[in-house]
């Protein structure tokens, strides 16, 4: 089989994944990892590839090396990224400290605005880049807005549940008031499966949903699924301590990935997704650190 040049010699396939179909490629040029799609979104691999650039140039952690990519509107489909494999390590998964402070790293990778300078997606969601100079705003406008339409699109938010949410987008001004840092880069998409860890022990980042936004929403993102120790938290807050009110702020930012769960897997995420509404609009009754 011929691809872009590429001799392929063996297929094997990757199992696992919920957006892609993958395989590990045997070719004359090497190993490589390949996913593609079917009716892809335009730009979907395109993002994908810009995205691990963006990490790959802020040097905090490996990335996989993007051989080629073509997306469903430059012809023939499947929509399809051509990636340097990642051989795992076989006994050891990276250390918790070293990737808590490799992210503390990452996100000292700033800009002056919020945002990006493309769209691009979280899973199969569109995600809004425009920049913006307030943060508040921007969570509002470019990530709960946009979740908020398609759940109500897809009829996935209960009248209730949607009043909540509408309810928490409306105090953001006041709910972020007190935030007060520069647009850190994120991965975006950073939970459990999207770490992997090298042949050498190293960590790698791989399907990032990049953005400029502010690094709180990475860690509420991170610590609202298992897959994370304690020890990585530790590190991260050792490296660049959080600013008090954290733990409130953790509820607000755990409301866009549960929309956008919510949008992907349905109606598993309506209770958690109104537990953090209520949570973030509760009265000033948590300790502000933790």
Known sequence: MRLLGLVVTAVQPVHGGMINESAILHTNIGTIFGKWRSRAAPGFFAAEAHGLE????ADAFRTPAVIAFRDSEQGAEPAFLLLEAIRPHERQTARPAEVGERLARLHRFTASDFGLERDNFIGLMPQQNGRMVAWAGFYAQRRLAPQIALARQSRALTPDLERDVIRVTEALPELLADVDEPPSLLHGDLWSGNLLTGESGEPVLVDPAVSYSHRELELAYMQLFPGFEPELFAAYEAAWPLSPGYRRR??????????????????????????????????????PEA
């Open 54 to 57: 963006i990490l790959r140039r």
């Open 250 to 287: 953790r509820a607000v930012y755990q409301i866009y990935p549960l929309l956008n769960h919510l949008n992907h897997f349905g109606a598993q995420y309506l209770a958690p997704l109104q537990a953090a509404c209520r949570l973030a609009v509760a009265p000033l009754s948590l300790a």
